[in-house]
Protein backbone atom coordinates (compact mmCIF):
# COMPACT_ATOMS: atom_id res chain seq x y z
CA UNK A 1 0.00 0.00 0.00
CA UNK A 2 1.13 3.59 -0.33
CA UNK A 3 2.58 5.02 2.57
CA UNK A 4 4.39 8.37 3.14
CA UNK A 5 6.82 8.59 6.27
CA UNK A 6 7.72 11.76 7.66
CA UNK A 7 10.32 12.62 9.79
CA UNK A 8 9.45 13.44 13.36
CA UNK A 9 9.00 16.91 14.91
CA UNK A 10 12.10 19.32 15.19
CA UNK A 11 12.31 22.44 17.58
CA UNK A 12 14.26 25.40 16.04
CA UNK A 13 15.47 28.75 16.81
CA UNK A 14 14.35 31.95 15.05
CA UNK A 15 16.72 32.52 12.16
CA UNK A 16 17.44 28.70 11.56
CA UNK A 17 16.89 26.24 8.83
CA UNK A 18 14.64 22.94 8.74
CA UNK A 19 14.62 20.11 6.72
CA UNK A 20 12.25 17.26 6.93
CA UNK A 21 12.00 14.18 5.10
CA UNK A 22 9.18 12.37 3.58
CA UNK A 23 10.06 8.38 2.49
CA UNK A 24 7.43 7.04 -0.01
CA UNK A 25 6.65 3.54 -0.82
CA UNK A 26 4.57 1.25 -2.48
CA UNK A 27 4.30 3.17 -5.79
CA UNK A 28 6.43 4.68 -8.79
CA UNK A 29 8.21 7.40 -6.25
CA UNK A 30 9.22 9.13 -9.77
CA UNK A 31 5.67 9.01 -11.47
CA UNK A 32 3.52 10.87 -9.52
CA UNK A 33 4.86 14.93 -8.12
CA UNK A 34 4.75 15.72 -4.44
CA UNK A 35 4.04 18.69 -2.61
CA UNK A 36 4.27 20.18 0.36
CA UNK A 37 1.73 21.96 2.54
CA UNK A 38 1.83 23.20 5.98
CA UNK A 39 -0.89 24.25 8.83
CA UNK A 40 -0.15 27.17 11.59
CA UNK A 41 -1.75 26.21 14.89
CA UNK A 42 -5.69 27.67 13.97
CA UNK A 43 -4.92 28.29 10.90
CA UNK A 44 -5.84 27.70 7.44
CA UNK A 45 -3.98 24.83 5.06
CA UNK A 46 -1.44 26.42 3.21
CA UNK A 47 0.31 24.92 0.33
CA UNK A 48 4.05 25.70 -0.07
CA UNK A 49 5.22 24.27 -3.07
CA UNK A 50 5.57 20.77 -5.75
CA UNK A 51 8.75 19.04 -7.02
CA UNK A 52 8.27 16.77 -10.35
CA UNK A 53 9.96 13.53 -8.59
CA UNK A 54 11.18 12.53 -12.07
CA UNK A 55 12.71 15.47 -13.65
CA UNK A 56 13.25 17.29 -10.38
CA UNK A 57 12.03 20.86 -11.17
CA UNK A 58 10.15 22.86 -8.64
CA UNK A 59 7.49 25.21 -8.78
CA UNK A 60 7.64 27.29 -4.79
CA UNK A 61 4.29 29.00 -3.31
CA UNK A 62 5.11 33.07 -3.71
CA UNK A 63 4.92 33.25 -0.13
CA UNK A 64 7.82 31.02 0.73
CA UNK A 65 9.79 31.87 -2.46
CA UNK A 66 13.06 32.22 -1.17
CA UNK A 67 13.06 30.28 1.49
CA UNK A 68 11.71 26.75 0.72
CA UNK A 69 13.88 24.35 -1.44
CA UNK A 70 12.19 21.11 -2.66
CA UNK A 71 14.58 18.13 -3.45
CA UNK A 72 14.63 14.57 -3.90
CA UNK A 73 16.37 11.33 -3.99
CA UNK A 74 14.59 9.07 -6.51
CA UNK A 75 16.87 5.68 -5.66
CA UNK A 76 15.69 6.23 -1.83
CA UNK A 77 12.44 7.34 -2.84
CA UNK A 78 12.58 10.03 -0.22
CA UNK A 79 11.39 13.61 -0.52
CA UNK A 80 12.77 16.49 1.33
CA UNK A 81 11.64 20.40 2.04
CA UNK A 82 13.89 22.44 3.41
CA UNK A 83 13.15 25.61 5.02
CA UNK A 84 15.21 28.43 5.99
CA UNK A 85 15.27 31.63 7.88
CA UNK A 86 12.62 30.46 10.33
CA UNK A 87 10.59 32.84 12.08
CA UNK A 88 7.72 32.48 15.16
CA UNK A 89 5.13 32.42 12.50
CA UNK A 90 6.64 28.65 11.21
CA UNK A 91 5.72 27.17 13.97
CA UNK A 92 3.01 24.45 11.87
CA UNK A 93 2.28 20.93 11.05
CA UNK A 94 3.90 20.43 7.43
CA UNK A 95 3.34 17.90 5.25
CA UNK A 96 3.84 15.68 2.08
CA UNK A 97 1.41 15.14 -0.30
CA UNK A 98 1.59 12.40 -3.28
CA UNK A 99 -0.65 14.36 -6.46
CA UNK A 100 -3.05 12.70 -8.87
CA UNK A 101 -2.84 14.35 -11.92
CA UNK A 102 -3.09 17.74 -11.89
CA UNK A 103 -3.44 18.94 -8.43
CA UNK A 104 -5.04 16.38 -6.20
CA UNK A 105 -3.08 15.17 -3.43
CA UNK A 106 -4.79 11.06 -2.88
CA UNK A 107 -2.05 10.20 -0.36
CA UNK A 108 -0.82 12.46 2.82
CA UNK A 109 2.25 11.73 5.62
CA UNK A 110 1.79 11.95 8.75
CA UNK A 111 2.83 15.92 9.73
CA UNK A 112 6.24 16.99 11.46
CA UNK A 113 5.39 19.51 13.64
CA UNK A 114 8.08 22.26 13.23
CA UNK A 115 8.08 24.41 16.69
CA UNK A 116 10.34 27.63 16.35
CA UNK A 117 10.97 28.71 19.45
CA UNK A 118 13.65 31.08 21.48
CA UNK B 1 -1.88 34.34 -5.08
CA UNK B 2 -5.25 35.02 -2.99
CA UNK B 3 -6.76 32.10 -1.13
CA UNK B 4 -10.04 31.04 -2.79
CA UNK B 5 -12.56 32.24 -0.50
CA UNK B 6 -14.85 29.68 1.45
CA UNK B 7 -17.49 29.89 4.41
CA UNK B 8 -16.04 29.72 7.40
CA UNK B 9 -18.85 27.86 8.85
CA UNK B 10 -22.09 25.49 7.53
CA UNK B 11 -24.06 23.47 9.84
CA UNK B 12 -26.89 21.23 9.31
CA UNK B 13 -28.77 18.30 10.82
CA UNK B 14 -28.45 14.91 10.53
CA UNK B 15 -30.01 13.67 7.62
CA UNK B 16 -29.57 17.26 5.98
CA UNK B 17 -27.62 18.09 2.79
CA UNK B 18 -25.46 21.23 3.13
CA UNK B 19 -23.71 22.91 0.28
CA UNK B 20 -19.90 25.03 0.34
CA UNK B 21 -18.92 27.03 -1.76
CA UNK B 22 -15.50 28.01 -3.25
CA UNK B 23 -14.88 30.85 -5.18
CA UNK B 24 -11.95 31.73 -7.27
CA UNK B 25 -11.15 33.17 -10.17
CA UNK B 26 -10.21 32.88 -13.66
CA UNK B 27 -6.69 32.11 -13.02
CA UNK B 28 -7.71 29.56 -10.55
CA UNK B 29 -11.18 27.49 -10.43
CA UNK B 30 -12.68 29.29 -13.58
CA UNK B 31 -9.67 27.97 -15.79
CA UNK B 32 -9.22 24.29 -15.82
CA UNK B 33 -11.76 21.26 -14.15
CA UNK B 34 -8.87 20.45 -11.47
CA UNK B 35 -10.87 21.13 -8.31
CA UNK B 36 -10.12 19.34 -5.15
CA UNK B 37 -11.76 19.01 -1.91
CA UNK B 38 -10.30 18.11 1.50
CA UNK B 39 -11.89 16.58 4.84
CA UNK B 40 -9.95 17.21 7.77
CA UNK B 41 -10.34 16.07 11.50
CA UNK B 42 -8.30 16.90 13.62
CA UNK B 43 -4.99 15.40 14.56
CA UNK B 44 -5.48 13.93 11.65
CA UNK B 45 -3.87 13.79 7.87
CA UNK B 46 -5.96 15.47 5.12
CA UNK B 47 -8.08 13.26 3.12
CA UNK B 48 -8.95 13.41 -0.63
CA UNK B 49 -12.82 13.63 -1.37
CA UNK B 50 -13.38 15.27 -4.40
CA UNK B 51 -10.73 15.72 -7.39
CA UNK B 52 -11.16 16.88 -10.58
CA UNK B 53 -14.40 19.12 -9.81
CA UNK B 54 -16.60 16.21 -9.13
CA UNK B 55 -14.46 13.09 -8.79
CA UNK B 56 -14.44 10.56 -5.70
CA UNK B 57 -11.70 8.80 -4.93
CA UNK B 58 -12.30 4.82 -3.97
CA UNK B 59 -13.39 4.53 -0.57
CA UNK B 60 -15.41 7.77 -0.24
CA UNK B 61 -18.88 8.13 0.34
CA UNK B 62 -21.17 8.98 -2.48
CA UNK B 63 -22.95 11.50 -0.21
CA UNK B 64 -20.21 13.65 -1.26
CA UNK B 65 -20.45 14.93 -4.61
CA UNK B 66 -18.88 18.35 -6.53
CA UNK B 67 -19.92 20.63 -9.09
CA UNK B 68 -18.55 23.81 -10.48
CA UNK B 69 -19.96 26.76 -12.56
CA UNK B 70 -17.72 29.29 -13.82
CA UNK B 71 -15.16 30.99 -10.83
CA UNK B 72 -17.01 29.00 -8.30
CA UNK B 73 -17.41 25.47 -7.17
CA UNK B 74 -19.01 23.24 -4.41
CA UNK B 75 -19.10 20.67 -1.93
CA UNK B 76 -22.21 19.23 -0.95
CA UNK B 77 -22.81 16.57 1.19
CA UNK B 78 -25.46 14.27 1.63
CA UNK B 79 -27.40 12.75 4.64
CA UNK B 80 -25.11 14.29 6.78
CA UNK B 81 -23.65 12.25 9.59
CA UNK B 82 -22.11 13.00 12.94
CA UNK B 83 -18.95 11.62 11.39
CA UNK B 84 -18.63 14.35 8.92
CA UNK B 85 -18.16 17.04 11.82
CA UNK B 86 -14.67 18.34 9.97
CA UNK B 87 -12.97 21.38 8.39
CA UNK B 88 -13.04 21.31 4.39
CA UNK B 89 -11.11 23.00 2.13
CA UNK B 90 -11.18 23.30 -1.38
CA UNK B 91 -8.06 23.53 -3.56
CA UNK B 92 -7.32 24.30 -7.20
CA UNK B 93 -4.35 24.32 -9.60
CA UNK B 94 -3.94 27.39 -11.42
CA UNK B 95 -2.60 28.74 -14.48
CA UNK B 96 1.00 29.64 -12.66
CA UNK B 97 0.88 25.73 -12.36
CA UNK B 98 0.62 26.30 -8.59
CA UNK B 99 -1.95 25.14 -6.11
CA UNK B 100 -4.15 27.01 -4.11
CA UNK B 101 -6.02 26.00 -1.27
CA UNK B 102 -9.63 28.25 0.10
CA UNK B 103 -10.00 29.96 3.86
CA UNK B 104 -11.49 26.53 4.75
CA UNK B 105 -15.15 25.75 6.32
CA UNK B 106 -16.05 24.12 9.75
CA UNK B 107 -18.89 22.11 9.22
CA UNK B 108 -21.06 21.65 12.31
CA UNK B 109 -23.28 18.71 13.14
CA UNK B 110 -26.53 20.20 14.98
Known amino acids: QVLLVQSGAEVKKPGASVKIFCKASGYSFTNFAMHWLRQAPGQRLEWMGWINTGRGDTKYSQNFQGRVTLTRDTSATTAYMDLSSLNFEDTAVYYC???????????WGQGTLVTVSS | QSALTQPASVSGSPGQSIAISCTGTSSDVGAYNYVSWYQLHPGKAPKLIISDVSNRPSGVSDRFSGSKSGSTASLTISGLQAEDEADYYCSSYTTSHTLVFGTGTEVTVL
Open chain 1, 97 to 107: AKAIGMGGLDY
